[in-house]
């Protein structure tokens, strides 16, 4: 069963950094890239960052660019994002996301397997 | 503010065919598939449909995708009270080089 448990979430004061991390199970994690999107509370979901299958290629968000950085150990089946700088407007549920029907990051796939999230809240 | 635009609710009563739109633009959904996702409330997102009409394995095919120039659309036909949940499109954007998020849209089954 393909899975996706996400991992590292917490309360944080603004300026300081954490490390999420998801650890995928029951499918060929090196095979696929991987997302990470979040959702405020009572928000909408808004896309953070990507990184393809080898770790080669990333994208990020504006929002987060310069301040987060996503990274995967394909060794350990896990993904990670390193979060510094942290702003009280980061406070979100996290979910780790497979893209799945192709390999590539740009092509036309799909955010198909999702973890079950991880709480980050910014706050002093 | 949302680059992909979507109407904030639509309704429907049992065994109706509503349609969600989703408005975006040429470096958006005129150019890239559209992806639509099903939130039930305090679970995650779950994938409906991707490369715009693309159905997973296991998404019922009264449920459907399309596009129109910079405009998509999500059509549910034979609504359920199991359907009501907010709804989601996204797209890669050639611009930003990056994915993008509608606001969302809350389905009520009346």
């Known amino acids: 069963q393909e899975q996706l448990v996400e991992s590292g979430g917490g309360v944080v004061q603004p300026g300081r950094s954490l490390r999420l991390s998801c650890a995928a199970s029951g499918f060929i994690f090196s095979t696929y890239a991987m997302h990470w999107v979040r959702q405020a509370p009572g928000k909408g979901l808004e896309w953070v960052a990507v990184i393809s299958y080898d770790g080669s290629n990333k994208y990020y968000a504006d929002s987060v660019k310069g301040r987060f950085t996503i990274a995967r150990d394909n060794s350990e089946n896990t993904l990670y994002l390193q979060m510094n700088s942290l702003r009280t407007e980061d406070t979100a549920f996290y979910y780790c996301?497979?893209?799945?029907?192709?390999?590539?990051?740009?092509?036309?796939?799909?955010?198909?397997?999702w973890g079950q999230g991880t709480t980050v809240a910014v706050s002093s | 503010q949302s680059v992909l635009t979507q109407p904030p609710s639509a309704s429907g009563t049992p065994g109706q065919r509503v349609s969600i739109s989703c408005s975006g633009s040429?470096?958006?959904?005129?150019?890239?598939?559209i992806s639509w996702f099903q939130q039930l409330p305090g679970t995650a997102p779950k994938l409906l449909m991707y490369s715009t009409h693309q159905r997973p394995s296991g998404v019922p095919d009264r449920i459907s995708g399309s596009k129109s120039g910079t405009s998509a659309s999500l059509a549910i036909s034979g609504l359920q009270s199991e359907d009501e949940a907010d709804y989601y499109c996204?797209?890669?954007?050639?611009?930003?080089?990056?994915?993008?998020f509608g606001g969302g849209t809350k389905l009520t089954v009346l």
């Open positions: 040429s470096s958006n959904i005129g150019r890239n598939g």
């Open positions: 996301v497979r893209w799945g029907y192709c390999t590539n990051i740009i092509c036309p796939g799909g955010m198909d397997v």
């Open positions: 996204a797209a890669w954007d050639d611009s930003l080089n990056g994915w993008v």
